[in-house]
């Protein structure tokens, strides 16, 4: 069962801004999905079509089989959205923002009350119920739009940036709250500019670039086809010139650190017995960037030299 | 279409209309009665004297229907247009727009939100015209059922303007000059028989002189217009805005990209 199917979906705005180019996108049940691009790549236009908050040009979307334009209510009803711009009513109370939405989602009684307590308390937001929305913090707020998007239990959750301007704290205990209920069945739409969640969260990514999706994979293939890697080396004391090593290339920085790049033909055995002949000692080491920003970096880059 | 969904939905705008008018009660339910207040004294108190009786009746009892009506529509407009707006301008009208209720509870939730306080505000308005003057209600069932009706065209007005406007500029518009001066015209303060002949057909192109009319009729038994029309006329006028609603809203205008 596909979560969200979508085929030759197009946009042309009314100032004739082509957002998206006819794409082509399946996501299984159950699945943690990443959908990555620059700014302006057409991600949140196809979330606002997913969303009914845009109409589309053209083309078909489905969620759970139930297609936006003969089945909208139904569609709408397997969906939760978290957009990118806070969209909430400020001067409405943090309870009364989600057991609002619970009502337009047709639940009621006790059944609404219990569900509210139930996110309310999974986003840390249950003591500030009484507060109006506008005196949460931005991480608040977009807890807040999470809770507000779950209460009615939506098979399948988009979000769109939900940990933009959020803290490391708070967005790590988003993350995990994300995998369980991604575990507990729920299949997650995610977009971000921070790669490493990508990475870390998710199963399955597409690239959209330019209104067109230019990768739509499983996570470990896409990063298979990253062919070199850059580590940056703390070392014991600097040195004075980069060390020549066989099948690396290196470039000393400052404070005693030194960058080399790793191809896909040799490993890191081969560097430190290569650093150990050389007497040079090695304390720490990192990656210099996350492997998915350079990929995502590598393909944005090189469909703009293609075009 | 879902009945038990959209039910519980349409519940929810309401009640969520009906906190709102309520938190912010000293904008949406004393300036009204304040305005009404005066006008009882300025014009009715120390003007009527002057004017004496008109159709039969004296000119604070005259008027009182007219003011009554005034408010309802001034109020159930303003409440629409001011609360769907807001929600646009906020962008939270995303929450209702994104769940699984039909187009038209949206509309019906609204409407009644407008309803309730054209009502509230209509009935403390009443209070206030009972420390003036006397009123009997002639016609209990024609005053509540036009009341109703005009409150219901209204704010399905005021629905319309909040889809078409995209500032804050344009949710007074409307109001500041088209509807305060088709009610200033529309009988509130006078009896169309005292116009010119021209004047007086030119007055029965105004929706609201049949709205004031009617509504006086049903306290007073006085009208300058058929009643017949007047039913006519505000059952055409709910049945043409809501559909234009229902339009607005499935075409995307004013609220989806």
Redesign the interface.
């Known amino acids: 069962m596909k979560a969200l199917s979508i085929k030759n979906l197009t946009k042309t705005y009314a100032n004739g801004n082509q957002a998206l180019k006819g794409i082509d996108l399946a996501v299984d049940a159950g699945d943690f999905y990443a959908l990555l691009g620059p700014n302006g790549a057409g991600k949140t236009t196809a979330i606002g079509i997913i969303s009914s908050l845009v109409n589309k040009s053209g083309g078909e979307v489905e969620i759970f089989g139930h297609s936006i334009d003969s089945e909208l209510e139904a569609a709408k009803a397997c969906l939760g959205i978290v957009p990118q711009e806070i969209n909430l009513n400020l001067w409405e109370t943090v309870g009364n923002t989600v057991m609002n939405q619970a009502g337009y989602y047709g639940l009621s009684g006790k059944l609404r009350k219990e569900r509210v307590e139930k996110y309310l308390r999974a986003l840390r937001l249950w003591d500030r119920r009484d507060d109006t929305a506008r005196s949460l913090s931005g991480g608040m707020k977009r807890r807040l739009m999470i809770a507000r998007a779950l209460v009615h239990e939506p098979k399948l959750l988009i979000l769109d940036e939900p940990t933009a301007g959020v803290d490391i704290e708070i967005r790590r205990s988003m993350w995990e709250f994300l995998r369980e209920i991604n575990a507990a069945g729920t299949t997650i739409i995610l977009t971000t500019h921070y790669l490493e969640e990508a990475e870390s969260l998710c199963r399955h990514i597409a690239i959209i670039d330019e209104g067109t999706i230019i990768e739509d994979a499983r996570m470990s293939q896409v990063l298979r086809k990253l062919q070199r890697e850059v580590f940056v080396l703390s070392l014991s004391e600097q040195l004075e010139e980069a060390p020549t090593l066989t099948g690396f290339e290196t470039r000393l920085r400052e404070d005693c650190e030194l960058e080399v790049e790793k191809g896909p033909e040799s490993d890191l055995n081969e560097l430190f017995e290569q650093l150990n002949a050389q007497g040079i000692r090695v304390v720490s080491l990192r990656n210099k960037a996350n492997r998915l920003e350079e990929m995502f970096m590598h393909l944005v880059e090189n469909k703009g030299a293609a075009a | 279409?879902?009945i038990?969904?959209?039910l519980?939905?349409a519940?929810?705008?309401i009640?969520?209309e009906m906190?709102r008018v309520l938190?912010i009660w000293i904008q949406t339910i004393v300036p009204p009665a304040i305005t009404m207040t005066l006008y009882f004294i300025i014009f009715g108190n120390l003007i009527g004297r002057r004017i004496g009786v008109m159709d039969g009746f004296d000119y604070m009892q005259y008027i009182a229907p007219g003011l009554i009506m005034m408010s309802v529509i001034t109020n159930s407009y303003g409440n629409v247009v001011s609360s769907f707006f807001g929600?646009k301008f906020?962008?939270?009208v995303?929450?209702?727009?994104?769940?699984?209720?039909?187009y038209a509870t949206i509309i019906i939730g609204h409407v009644a939100g407008g309803v309730l306080r054209g009502l509230l505000v209509g009935a403390l308005v009443t209070v206030v015209a009972l420390f003036f003057t006397k009123l009997q209600v002639a016609h209990p069932f024609i005053m509540i059922s036009i009341v109703l009706l005009s409150s219901i065209v209204f704010s399905l007005a005021g629905f319309i303007n909040a889809v078409f406007a995209r500032k804050f500029d344009d949710i007074s518009i409307i109001p500041t000059f088209v509807l305060t001066p088709l009610t200033y015209l529309g009988g509130v303060f006078y009896s169309i028989s005292l116009l010119p002949e021209f004047w007086q057909n030119a007055s029965k192109l105004n929706p609201i002189l049949y709205m004031v009319n009617a509504f006086r009729y049903g306290i007073l038994g006085t009208s300058d217009i058929s009643i017949g029309h007047a039913y006519a006329i505000l059952l055409v006028f709910v049945v043409v805005l809501f559909s234009g609603c229902m339009f607005l809203m499935r075409r995307?205008i004013g609220i989806?990209?």
Do not use: D, F, Y
């Open positions: 279409m879902n038990a969904l959209n519980v939905a519940k929810t705008i009640r969520k906190v938190r929600a906020g962008r939270h995303e929450e209702m727009l994104v769940a699984p209720m039909s995307g989806r990209e």
